[in-house]
């Protein structure tokens, strides 16, 4: 029997939290001092699939531009609650997400990333959607911004599997236990 994909968060925050400022920046990430890439296209290296709000694809969109679009060679599904007609490279949905998640991870395939935001996520928590997560800390102190993790009805306990160090970033590694 093969094992079944994991929806990992992998995801950057500021010491005390945020991962943007109020005004949606990320500048203060970009001022840090890493090493190489941080883990990045290793972890890209483990999944197929990519799972994003509507508020951090917009984002992406306005910075990143059309002409640049990372995820290329990955399945790239944007949750939203508008009717959006579907683009060659991404799935706009308005599932039910345990529903949805389920399906996915019943699928042959790598592993599955929840993006984000903040949004998105804290829907995923409430659910209970989310196996790992993997996040890295930067030695900023932002003060306000949008949160990593919204104040909510949920709960989840966790299982460090691992720690890692590049440059000024610590990313910490858990697994949801179940």
Same mark, same amino acid.
């Given at each position: 029997?093969?094992?079944?994909? !994991?929806?990992?968060?992998f995801?950057?925050?500021s ?6 400022? !109020? ?9 840090v ?16 699939t ?8 917009d ?30 490279q ?9 529903d949805?998640?389920? !399906? ?15 949004e998105?996520l804290y829907?995923?928590?409430k ?49 949801? !236990?179940?």
């Open positions: 029997m093969t094992e079944s994909r !994991k929806v990992v968060l995801i950057a925050t010491l005390d939290g945020y991962i943007a400022t !109020k005004e949606e920046s990320l500048e203060w990430l970009f001022k001092e890493g090493e190489g890439d941080n883990g990045t296209s290793e972890f890209f290296d483990t999944i197929d990519v799972l994003m709000g509507k508020t951090t694809y984002w992406i969109m306005e910075h990143e531009g059309d002409n640049s679009w990372l995820y290329s060679d990955k399945n790239f599904y944007v949750f939203t609650r508008s009717s959006i007609a579907d683009t060659e991404v799935k706009f949905i308005s599932p039910n997400i345990p949805f998640v389920n !399906k996915l991870k019943k699928q042959e395939g790598k592993n599955i990333w929840m993006v984000g935001g903040g998105l829907s995923f928590l659910e209970n959607a989310v196996d790992e997560l993997i996040i890295t800390i930067a030695p900023t102190l932002i003060g306000s911004g949008i949160p990593l993790f919204k104040k909510g009805d949920y709960h989840l306990e966790l299982l460090l599997k691992g720690t890692r160090k590049f440059n000024q970033f610590v990313e910490l590694h858990y697994e949801v !236990k179940r």
